[in-house]
């Protein structure tokens, strides 16, 4: 058996990232986002949905760039914190205990603690009722080193424990299930 539910957003597991802006380190902000995604591969751009009461909706909307920074088990509780309490009343980067570093393609900082900081500059927004989209293009991603196979330089993400978003709830991401295509590799014949 199954129920009809209202309308509503029940796509889940999200990415929970922090999102900094700002003009500088010392004119920054972050912000917990579970709305955030892919868009397209090439050029490569994300979006975040952000509701424009929020602190760092006019900081994204004055400077039109922001930094995705992808959070790990270790971030979790600065995380939820920074999503439950606003930038208006609280400095989050001492109140969180996080590292801004000043950014390398955009001005808003990244997070040192963030083993990728996806940095990314605005090409639309989007209201769409509760929450308007800022539609960006990825101009750099920074990678921590230890997340870079130093024989094939190939990026292990999974090393990075990363954590989702389900529903209100934050989880640690699991054990591999398979790969892009695995379900139609041809087998060896060997």
Same mark, same amino acid.
């Given at each position: 058996?199954?129920?009809?539910?209202?309308? %509503?957003?029940?796509?889940?597991?999200?990415?929970? @990232?922090? @999102? /900094?802006?700002?003009?500088? @380190?010392?004119? /920054?902000?972050?912000?917990?986002?579970?709305?955030?995604?892919?868009?397209?591969?090439?050029?490569?751009?994300?979006?975040?949905?952000?509701?424009?009461?929020?602190?760092?909706?006019?900081?994204? =909307?004055?400077?039109?760039?922001?930094?995705?920074?992808?959070?790990?088990?270790?971030?979790?509780?600065?995380?939820?914190?920074?999503?439950?309490?606003? %930038? #208006?009343?609280?400095?989050?980067?001492?109140?969180? %205990?996080?590292?801004?570093?000043?950014?390398? =393609?955009?001005? /808003?900082?990244?997070? =040192?603690?963030?083993?990728? #900081?996806?940095?990314?500059? @605005?090409?639309?927004?989007?209201?769409? %009722?509760?929450? !308007?989209?800022?539609?960006?293009?990825?101009?750099?991603?920074?990678?921590?080193?230890?997340?870079?196979? =130093?024989?094939?330089?190939?990026?292990?993400?999974?090393?990075?424990?990363?954590?989702?978003? #389900?529903?209100? !709830?934050?989880?640690?991401?699991?054990?591999?299930?398979?790969?892009?295509?695995?379900?139609?590799?041809?087998?060896?014949?060997?």
């Amino acid at each position: 058996m199954k129920q009809n539910w209202r309308p %509503g957003t029940m796509i889940y597991p999200l990415p929970a @990232v922090l @999102v /900094s802006c700002g003009d500088s @380190v010392e004119n /920054s902000n972050i912000i917990t986002v579970a709305w955030v995604g892919t868009v397209c591969t090439n050029p490569p751009m994300c979006y975040i949905s952000v509701r424009p009461e929020r602190f760092s909706y006019n900081l994204i =909307k004055e400077q039109m760039q922001f930094t995705i920074n992808l959070t790990t088990e270790m971030m979790a509780k600065a995380t939820d914190w920074a999503g439950v309490r606003s %930038g #208006s009343d609280y400095n989050k980067w001492k109140e969180t %205990g996080l590292s801004p570093v000043s950014g390398v =393609k955009v001005t /808003s900082p990244y997070i =040192k603690e963030a083993p990728i #900081s996806i940095e990314c500059q @605005v090409t639309g927004i989007l209201p769409l %009722g509760s929450h !308007h989209m800022f539609l960006a293009r990825v101009l750099n991603v920074i990678v921590d080193d230890g997340l870079i196979n =130093k024989e094939t330089g190939a990026l292990e993400l999974e090393k990075a424990g990363l954590i989702a978003y #389900s529903h209100g !709830h934050y989880y640690k991401l699991g054990e591999e299930i398979g790969h892009f295509g695995w379900s139609v590799k041809k087998k060896s014949t060997k």
